[in-house]
Nanobody, 114 residues
Framework: QVQLVESGGGLVQAGGSLRLSCIAS????????IAWYRQTPGKQRELVAR???????NYADSVKGRFTISRDNAKNTVYLQMNSLKPEDTAVYYC????????WGQGTQVTVSS
């Protein structure tokens, strides 16, 4: 039974920081690419950041220099450190794991106030 559970969301003022966590179970975590997506009602889902099984990373242009994705394979956990948050970062953030197929968590709400 594959499970991905996000945590760390909340309400923060513009310019603040949050650290999201995604804990996975039921998969060989170290062999999976992990991605963070975000979605706002009325807008398309956006890929925010991805970290591969080899720990290479890529980011959406909108978050480069502000967000950092990392993984701790010993803890089956991926993190998204979000700094210098902007109101436009407000969204539900989801983690997704992919190897042979893709699995998704339930999401965590991030709200950035001005």
């Amino acid at each position: 039974q594959v499970q991905l559970v996000e945590s760390g969301g909340g309400l923060v003022q513009a310019g603040g920081s949050l650290r999201l966590s995604c804990i996975a179970s039921g998969i060989l975590f170290r062999l999976n690419d992990i991605a963070w997506y975000r979605q706002t009602p009325g807008k398309q889902r956006e890929l925010v950041a991805r970290i591969t099984s080899g720990s290479s990373t890529n980011y959406a242009d909108s978050v480069k220099g502000r967000f950092t994705i990392s993984r701790d394979n010993a803890k089956n956990t991926v993190y998204l450190q979000m700094n210098s948050l902007k109101p436009e970062d407000t969204a539900v953030y989801y983690c997704a794991a992919r190897r042979f197929k893709e699995y998704w968590g339930q999401g965590t709400q991030v709200t950035v106030s001005s």
